[in-house]
């Protein structure tokens, strides 16, 4: 069974980094899309990052970019979003996710089909 395990979450203060790690098991993730979402209290979730397992290429969303890198270690089967620079409003719930039988990201939630628990990211002084 397909399973993602999110790790690394914690609280920082403002301009601090931390690095979330997604460890996947029972599919290869080779052959697969994995994005990053986040969600905040009483806000919607929210595409953050997505890596391409055709050609690594990666997607971020505006608010994180040149702040945020995504990478993965086929070996390892972890997915990880390193988050630099962390600000208040990063403040959330984050999660990772597999894109539904593809190698391609989508921006859209309702396309991925295997989530973790989430970790919870806090940003405060």
Same mark, same amino acid.
């Not at 990052?49 to 050609?55: A, E, G, K, P, R």
């Given at each position: ?8 979450? $914690?609280?920082?203060?403002? +301009?601090? &980094?931390?690095?979330? /790690?997604?460890?996947? @098991?029972?599919?290869?993730? *080779? ?10 209290? $009483?806000?919607?979730?929210? +595409?953050? &990052?997505?890596?391409? /397992?055709?050609?690594? @290429?990666?997607?971020?969303? *505006? ?63």
């Amino acid at each position: 069974q397909a399973q993602l395990v999110e790790s690394g979450g $914690g609280l920082v203060q403002p +301009g601090g &980094s931390l690095r979330l /790690s997604c460890a996947a @098991s029972g599919f290869t993730l *080779d052959y697969y899309a994995v994005g990053w979402f986040r969600q905040a209290p $009483g806000k919607e979730r929210e +595409g953050v &990052s997505c890596v391409s /397992s055709s050609d690594d @290429s990666t997607y971020f969303t *505006d608010s994180v970019k040149g702040r945020f890198t995504i990478s993965r270690d086929i070996a390892k089967q972890t997915v990880y979003l390193q988050m630099n620079n962390l600000q208040p409003g990063d403040t959330a719930l984050y999660f990772c996710a597999r894109m539904r039988g593809s190698r391609w990201c989508s921006e859209y939630a309702r396309e991925y089909d295997t989530w973790g628990q989430g970790t919870q990211v806090t940003v405060s002084s």
